[in-house]
């Protein structure tokens, strides 16, 4: 019976990826008039609910392998079950929140590179690439240790924070750039080479054999929270970016 327990936190980690899924889908665009008589296009404040289940699916991520390992039940099913669960949660439902965006930016952005509905697929280039980057991880025996590529649950949390940046904070300067259409397809090409290509990114599970790695992932945390009592939601960008150096400027060292 114990053997079934991390199976099941993977299968509450597709739950939540199959609500975050709906919420994001429910949560479409809606044209409104201000006082002054101008059309307004918003996202429902209910696309929040998208990010909350990704969070919650990524709680069960972490909490599936954590309980195999306390347990002593890995096995290859459970890395498959993973992976499957892994796609629609951090890759399809990311995707559908990036769909949203899109289409409130298209509509508020008169000089969008197209009207043409066929720019939201672009969207889907996400779980497309994090598919690729699961299959790959799960036939490759030298990612014990370190990954090749950032982990796509790391480009779900981070796709996730963006209806947060955006709902904290209308009138700033990184709202009006979630509304530009440029942003998000940079975002989508950005985020998904960053997930298929091979060079070596730091993973918690080998760094008990590297210690002098511990200070850099010390600082990293430090600037997230740091970034959290100013910038509240953009802590989570800024984290990622960190990450990111941090394995970027160490890669030689992570791969030892």
């Known amino acids: ?46 696309i929040f609910y998208a990010s909350l289940f990704i969070g919650l699916a990524g709680l069960m991520d972490f909490f599936d392998g954590f309980a195999a390992r306390l347990l002593k039940v890995p096995s290859a ?20 929140i990036v769909v949203q965006f899109l289409r409130l930016s298209l509509a508020n ?11 939201i697929y672009a969207a889907f280039i996400i779980p497309m690439a994090g598919a690729y980057r699961l ?3 799960n036939i490759d025996s030298e ?31 990184f709202s009006k750039l979630i509304l530009s259409p440029v942003f998000w397809y940079v975002y989508i090409l950005l985020v998904s080479f960053l997930m298929v290509m091979k060079t070596p990114m730091l993973a918690l599970k080998g760094l008990g054999n590297k210690k002098n790695l511990i200070l850099p992932l010390i600082l990293v945390a430090l600037e997230v929270a740091v970034t959290a009592v100013f910038f509240k939601w953009l802590a989570i960008p800024f984290g990622f970016i960190g990450y990111c150096l941090v394995s970027l400027i160490y890669k030689k060292t992570i791969t030892k």
């Open 109 to 119: 952005d008169v000089n969008a590179l197209s009207q043409n509905s066929a720019w």
């Open 1 to 46: 019976m114990k053997k079934q327990i991390p199976n099941f936190i993977t299968l509450l980690n597709l739950f939540f990826g199959c609500l975050a899924i709906m919420s994001a889908f429910q949560a479409n665009t809606m044209a409104s008039i201000n006082e002054e008589g101008v059309m307004m296009v918003q996202i429902p404040e209910s």
């Open 77 to 96: 099913m459970g890395m498959q079950l993973d992976s499957l669960a892994d796609v629609v949660s951090f890759g399809v439902a990311p995707a559908f």
């Open 135 to 137: 299959a790959r991880f």
């Open 143 to 173: 990612q014990t240790t370190y990954f090749k590529g950032v982990p796509i649950p790391m480009i779900g949390l981070l796709t996730a924070a963006f209806p947060l940046i955006y709902w904290q904070a209308q009138a700033n300067i």
